[in-house]
């Protein structure tokens, strides 16, 4: 056919106009490509932080947090838990001798206070489909050498002699007393016993004491006071102990899909599959230079690092996960828990769910996916609100400049090829001919425009990908994590907020490609129709017109 | 026999607010087979005739009749018909089109029978001594050469006319003759009507007829008997 064979000439003989009419398409193609591919990755990037209860497969959470600010609207037993909970005494002298080194776990649950496992079993199996229980609590871990600050004192366990001041006899009373001797001599003296002899002189003794007033009998007393050893600090505290908090996580390891963690969270190594093995959130591990393999002490319990883990329920998380059998041996909270994750069974159930599950136990406080979206800001968000408004526009703009730019460039085409379609009109084609025939170059440079723009945009997208943006976002903390500010003896600028960073995974689909293309040959026609219209009107004697 | 009929022809244009008539009622016929060299100064109205010769434009007075129908009241539609039919073209410029090949812009002479001109593309150019550059893009080929594959495309579609426009014009005197006498030859061995707007001296050497413009009017109307035949069979 004449005119494929035309098309092809102007096409690979008019290369550098193929070449910037398609590349300014492409271009245009490829902002759309790329941009809407980013902006739908940011909304589920955005979705995932705004709703992280969906990413641990739950619905709603049930708990039994306090608010330790308005503590005396707090009832009276409540409020006695809730100090008895986050008692925090170290007696540093049972933890060794002076001088040895030591390390000591306190672990307490801050806002969210405990409660017995059993509720678990009242769940309505119509409203809920599944269920995991959790305990996450604050850890306060100290180390160091015990300091030689303790002094022990005993006293008592001596006697002690003290002597009286005594009136002296009166002349009737000393009288009494000679009486008393003399009688007691005489007595000897028919007994025919010594008075000067041992017993002689014990006989008169008693004699004469028997004969003394009340207040000279015991005038000599004795009493030994009690032995007690007092213990107590001297001076100040100096000593090398380093106080550090975290938070642990109980998770519940057979529930598979739902849990403070899951496996498809795990970033590295392994999910539980053994004793002794701790999971550590990937943040915590790469600021603490913590390693898959390496081991762990907790509470003098040594576990080894299975896996790191990048937690996803962000109004929760927890710097170290443990199966929650074993987080309650270690922190002396058997059968109890402070966290029930909840799926329910239909997603338009939630609402009725949330009711049920208030209703658990007494003082039960259930949060939804809606409450935890309240609490996220940060670049994320900002980004998802830049490419709402800004990046939107500034990309339409951009379009638009690539469709003016690719007009104008069809447009100077034409003017250079006037002679040459006023020729084609004047040795007898018809204005529809000349027209399609311009319609099928300009057609052809917006699929090869769409083409590369396709091309290129997958290839931006798997590099951004590739790279791996990151964005931030920040979660405040809500009363568990705000608590632990400060439950954390000894903690330094507690933040008000945790981050999570959020990786983009930027996906396109055929949709997304489509729209790019039609965006390109959408362009291209629209030039067409302007190249067209001064075909149309372009009189076949500029053919004759003789200038060079 | 009468093939174009051209009666008290008027065509004014309109230069600022004054008209200005470039052809100024002329009437005058040719026949089928006549080889009419319009010659005249510059601005003597000879390529006006050519334009409203070939249905490129339409007098402001008067008839044109080809063969017998009044092209001045013709539709666009009909006009374009009649050039793609009926009329070849030869300019002073060649008007080649740069990216297609030798082959190909003899072809786009009778694009919409792609099969049949491309045959008949082959042929001609051939006959013209182009067998060997068909394949060529008009770059790589002289100024004689681009007017022989011209030449060629204004044939492809066998035309009843054929108007060259000032074709020796971009070329040397040797190589102007040269195409004048495949011209010459062409009117001569096949019959063909040609039409020719020219300065060039050596035309009465080729031409059957010579048709003396100036000022819009026709000056002389002569028929030339004697043809150098020597040169004519050199032609091709």
Known sequence: MFYLGYLKAELTRRLGKTVSISLGLAIASLIIIVIISVSQALSSAQETVLNPLKNVGTDIMVSRSVNAENMRDLDEATRAEFQSENRVSTDLSKLGDPGQSFTNDIFLPGEFLTFDQNVTEKLDKNLVAKYAPALILNVTHQEGTIPNIVAEVQTGGEEIEMRREIEPMTPE????????????????????????????????????????????????????????????????????????????????????????????????????????????????????????????????????????????????????????????????????????????????????????????????????????????????????????????????????????????????????????????????????????????????????????????????????????????????????????????????????????????KIAYNYLILLLGAAVAILGATVSGLIAALKVSNLKPQIALRNVE | MKLIEFKKVVKTFKQGTKAINAVGGISFTIDKGDFVAIIGPSGSGK?????????????????????????????????????????????????????????????????NRSTVAAKRARSLLHQLGLGERMNHLPSLLSGGEQQRVAIARSLVHEPKILLADEPTGNLDSRTGQEILRVMAHLNEKMGQTIIVVTHSDYISNYATRILHVRDGKILSDGALKIRNKDVLEKAV
């Open chain 2, 47 to 111: 390529s006006t005739i050519l334009q409203l010769l070939g249905g490129l434009d339409r007098p402001t007075e008067g008839e044109i009749e080809i063969e017998g129908k009044n092209i001045a009241k013709m539709s666009e539609g009909r006009l374009t018909r009649l050039r793609r039919n009926s009329i070849g073209f030869i300019f002073q410029n060649f008007n080649l089109i740069p990216t297609l090949t030798a082959l190909q812009n003899v072809e786009a002479g009778m694009a």
């Open chain 1, 173 to 504: 009373e000393q009288a009494a007393v000679d009486a008393a001797r003399t009688k007691a001599q005489q007595e000897l003296q028919e007994k025919g016993i010594d008075p000067k002899s041992e017993e002689g002189r014990n006989y008169i003794r008693q004699a004469t004491e028997a004969a003394m007033p009340e207040r000279f009998k015991n005038q000599t007393f004795k009493f030994t006071n009690p032995s007690r050893t007092y213990r107590q600090n001297i001076g100040a505290i100096s000593t090398d102990i380093k106080t550090t908090t975290m938070t642990v996580g109980g998770v519940d390891v057979g529930k598979g899909d739902i849990g403070l963690i899951l496996s498809s969270q795990i970033v590295e190594g392994s999910n539980f599959n053994g004793g002794d093995q701790i999971i550590v959130n990937k943040s915590y591990a790469s600021k603490n230079n913590i390693k898959v393999g390496d081991k762990f002490k907790l509470a003098q319990k040594e576990c080894t690092v299975v896996g790191l883990v990048e937690p996803k329920l962000y109004s929760n998380m927890a710097d170290l996960y443990l199966p929650l059998g074993e987080l309650q041996k270690l922190a002396g909270k058997e059968n109890r828990i402070n966290l029930i994750l909840v799926k329910s069974t239909e997603a338009k159930s939630v609402s009725e769910t949330s009711q049920a599950l208030s209703g658990l136990f007494a003082g039960a406080q259930v949060s939804d996916a809606q409450e935890t979206a309240k609490q996220v800001s940060g670049s994320l968000i900002s980004a998802a609100n830049l490419t709402s408004r800004f990046i939107l526009t500034a990309s339409a703009v951009v379009v638009l400049a690539a469709f003016i730019i690719v007009s104008l460039l069809t447009v100077s085409s034409i003017n250079k090829r006037t002679r040459e379609i006023g020729t084609l009109k004047a040795i007898g084609w018809s204005n529809l001919e000349v027209t399609r025939q311009i319609a099928l170059e300009n057609l052809s440079l917006g699929i090869i425009g769409a083409l590369v723009g396709i091309g290129l945009g997958v290839l931006i997208i798997f590099l951004l990908n590739r790279f791996g943006l990151s964005l931030s976002a920040s979660i405040a903390k809500s009363g568990l994590q705000g608590m632990m500010g400060r439950f954390r003896p000894g903690s330094e600028g507690v933040e008000d907020s945790i981050s999570a960073l959020v990786e983009l």
